[in-house]
């Protein structure tokens, strides 16, 4: 399983970015594909996840009405659309994959993780 996360970089106080997680090595009907991150210090953080077999889509309520996670089946890739972005966004954000049917915002239920990308909300 890869899991190959794009999108990253700095960004203002308001602004909107687009984090891509390319999947290759399984079928997207098997896993649940999500976002994590994680400020140094802290735990890694479930934020938005996707089961597509499950047809449920999760979010932490930190991003909840902010970020939207959407899966392009044609291209194995799953996004994470970010807006109304705030300095507490800045981390390094994962993507990750969980079987089907757990509840994949959970640390635990992860069996694989992206290298992960830094993004940086500032004034």
């Known amino acids: 399983v890869q899991l190959v996360e794009s999108g990253g970089g700095p ?3 308001g602004g ?3 984090l891509s997680c390319a999947v290759s090595g399984v079928k997207l009907d098997d896993f649940a594909i999500g976002w994590f ?7 890694r953080e479930g934020i938005a996840c996707h089961d597509t ?3 449920k ?5 930190a ?5 939207v996670i959407s899966t392009d089946n044609t291209k194995n890739t799953v996004h994470l659309d970010m807006r109304s972005m705030k300095p507490e966004d800045t981390a390094v954000y994962y993507c990750a994959a969980a079987p089907s049917g757990t509840y ?4 635990w239920v992860i069996e694989n993780w992206g290298q992960g990308t830094q ?3 500032s004034s």
């Not at 991150?37 to 735990?43: E, F, I, L, Y």
């Not at 889509?57 to 309520?61: H, K, P, R, T």
Request: with cysteine; hydrophobic share 35%; net charge positive.
């Open 37 to 43: 991150r994680q400020v140094p210090g802290k735990a």
């Open 63 to 67: 991003v909840r009405g902010r970020f």
């Open 53 to 55: 077999s499950e047809e």
């Open 11 to 13: 960004v203002q106080v």
């Open 119 to 121: 993004v940086t909300v």
């Open 57 to 61: 889509i999760e979010y932490g309520n």
């Open 104 to 107: 994949c915002l959970s640390y």
């Open 16 to 18: 909107s970015l687009r």
